[in-house]
């Protein structure tokens, strides 16, 4: 009966339930779509870190990470690799060696970083080989090949098929020196791994550094990135103690910094938004509370008990907020789902921003995210209660005489 | 005050004399000068064996080298096969390597003059920078005693140097470097370079050992110098970049 009565308050002002539920519906979808696009920004931003460089989690000689010492190493070891790509949260397996030296071309001569990779498992743990901008992605595990960074191929003054030559020390003290073709030039958008970053041939580089069989680090891409984590300490098992597993989190801290703050400047956005749609509610229930002090009298006074009128103006508000939630959170998940895929094209009015180790594109794009629904909608049930607690037990305190006197 | 012509004659006077009282009138960057390029003279040429030896790997490497005055220096690997003939030019502040493998010379860009000369604990800066220590710094007599100096030197404010300081303990007959401790700018010892075993070459007596000692890590480079001369006639061409690829 209580239910039936407050869907009939509720609809007797038809024209106010509709206003105050249209402002609910609208700022629940935007408040959806918004923190949608958030994560969106987030997840480009930290596919763009691991994907041009690092993968989502890292296998290496315990502090190599750190210091990037050239000796340690750890073997190359098939089976390792075979069965890291058997896990079944891993998607790709990249084995890396890695080299700093000098890059010479004539009289041109730069510091640069030399990765040592597999073109073909590279590939599925970054995403360098569509970031080509000259030349192509090499196919080839040997050869004398080298793709470059494009601000690094600018110094060297270098284009596609241009010889170059590299000097370092190699792991016994020699002077190692080879001559390499460059193949390709990669964009990452990322200032500083376009100007320092080059890819060679894993097999050419273990040779030239004298370190035969020899790997720095196994570099993973893994099915959900949120969870790397997880599954870096379950990985981590497997593997001796002088050996560490890390994941993205603790190769990029300044991203996941930047993700924690999210989270909490997503929380002052809800409450923000809320309080304004609070204050809403709560004046619409105060009016038609106020509005029908007669007829609460008219209940109180045939019998009608004090908590049960109060619990009728909280049913409204729930059902009010219930309704608003439905359509809002509805209409709030279409439009992330229709921004999300490729987005809106942002090129033509701004490029790309470098921001915590990782790369923003210019465009507009939401990603789908449970708690970006959880969120809203808890906050706005809560909300709803509580914006329409106070007109309700204003109402249930109601004296039957002064109520009907219309006091 | 003394002209720094006549500061510098009455030096080599002093020098010629060998004189073993302390005199009032030493010239510490004069010293210094004279110390540094003990190597040199107006020409020299040495072979020159560098033990090198790291946490990871020891090697040794047989060089051959040229020096013309204090601006220009040539050395060539002769041993071990691999290297031979890996080559390394300075003119005055710029180094070129030569690599034969490749048959290519590189230059090294000025950021990475602090590098390992050589795979040896000497950078390419030190075989730039140490014929400047005269201008670059100013000196001090810490200690005066029979057996020889005890000087500290401190970069000038505007001059291009690495360390933070640097303290000489020079002897005085014959007059030879003995220990050379390198200061970063936080003056913690960063390395030594000590020097024995002095013998005569025609006029002049040289440390024929020079040990490089990192102090943050056990590790070293000891220089043996052999069959080294003075003061002979070099082809000028010989330092020049095109000669470098040339051999």
Request: proline share 5%.
């Amino acid at each position: 009966m209580l239910w039936q009565m407050a869907v009939r308050n509720l609809w007797r002002n038809w024209r106010r339930t509709l206003l105050t539920m249209s402002a609910l519906v609208i700022s629940v979808s935007l408040l959806i779509l918004s923190l949608g696009v958030f994560s969106g920004m987030f997840a480009d931003m930290l596919a763009s870190a691991t994907q041009q460089y690092h993968g989502h989690i890292v296998i290496s000689k315990l502090g190599y990470q750190e210091q990037r010492q050239l000796h340690d190493t750890m073997q190359y070891d098939q089976h390792v690799i075979d069965q890291l790509q058997a896990t079944s949260d891993v998607y790709g397996v990249s084995p890396r060696l890695r080299g700093f030296g000098l890059l010479s071309r004539d009289e041109q001569t730069e510091p640069a970083e030399l990765l040592g990779i597999e073109p073909g498992r590279e590939r599925q743990v970054t995403s360098l080989n569509e970031m080509i901008v000259a030349g192509v992605f090499p196919e080839e595990t040997r050869g004398n090949w080298i793709v470059l960074g494009s601000g690094l191929a600018d110094k060297l003054e270098v284009i596609p098929g241009d010889e170059l030559v590299f000097v370092t020390q190699a792991a016994d003290g020699s002077i190692g020196n080879d001559l390499l073709i460059v193949r390709g030039v990669f964009k990452s958008g990322d200032f500083n791994r376009d100007n320092s970053l080059a890819l060679v041939s894993l097999a050419w580089l273990q040779q030239l550094l004298v370190l035969p069989e020899m790997l720095h680090e196994i570099s993973l891409s893994i099915n959900t990135p949120m969870e790397a984590t997880p599954v870096a300490k379950q990985l981590a098992m497997q593997f001796p103690d002088t050996m560490e597993v890390i994941d993205w989190g603790r190769l990029l801290p300044e991203m996941q910094e930047a993700i924690a703050s999210y989270d909490v400047s997503r929380l002052i956005l809800v409450l923000i938004l809320y309080a304004a749609a609070g204050l809403g509610v709560l004046n619409t229930f105060f009016m038609s509370v106020l509005e029908r002090v007669r007829e609460f009298g008219v209940l109180l006074a045939i019998g009608m008990k004090p908590s049960s009128i109060r619990n009728l103006v909280l049913l409204e508000s729930l059902i009010l907020g219930g309704l608003s939630l439905l359509v809002g959170s509805g209409s709030g998940v279409l439009l992330t789902v229709l921004l999300s895929g490729d987005g809106i094209d942002l090129s033509r009015w701004m490029t790309a921003v470098t921001y915590a180790g990782g790369t923003i594109p210019p465009r507009l794009r939401a990603e789908l995210v449970a708690d970006n629904l959880l969120i809203p909608c808890v906050t706005l049930l809560l909300v709803s209660l509580f914006a329409g607690y106070l007109p309700a037990r204003r109402a249930s305190r109601l004296r039957p005489i002064a109520a009907l006197r219309g006091d | 005050m003394l002209s720094p012509a006549i500061k510098y004659t009455l030096f080599l006077l002093l020098l010629s004399l060998a004189l073993p009282s302390p005199s009032p009138a030493l010239d510490l960057p004069a010293l210094i000068r004279e110390v540094e390029t003990r190597y040199q003279g107006v020409s020299s040429h040495a072979l020159v064996t560098m033990e090198i030896e790291t946490a990871h790997w020891k090697r040794t490497l047989r060089l051959e080298s040229w020096s013309e005055g204090r601006d220009r220096f040539l050395a060539r690997i002769l041993e071990p096969a691999k290297e031979k003939g890996v080559a390394t030019l300075k003119i005055e502040n710029e180094v070129w390597n030569y690599l034969p493998k490749v048959d290519r010379v590189m230059k090294i860009p000025p950021s990475m003059m602090g590098g390992a000369w050589m795979g040896s604990h000497l950078t390419n800066d030190d075989l730039v920078k140490a014929n400047r220590i005269d201008e670059d710094y100013t000196f001090e007599l810490l200690e005066e005693d029979d057996a020889g100096w005890l000087i500290k030197a401190l970069p000038r404010p505007d001059a291009p140097v690495v360390w933070g300081k640097l303290v000489y303990r020079i002897n005085r007959t014959p007059l030879v470097p003995v220990q050379i401790s390198y200061f970063d700018e936080e003056m913690i010892e960063i390395r030594q370079i000590h020097f024995d075993q002095v013998e005569q070459v025609g006029d002049r007596w040289i440390p024929m050992r020079m040990l490089v000692k990192p102090l943050e890590k056990a590790e070293q480079t000891l220089l043996l110098y052999q069959n080294i001369e003075f003061d002979l006639s070099l082809p000028q061409r010989l330092f020049s970049v095109r000669s470098l690829k040339r051999k």
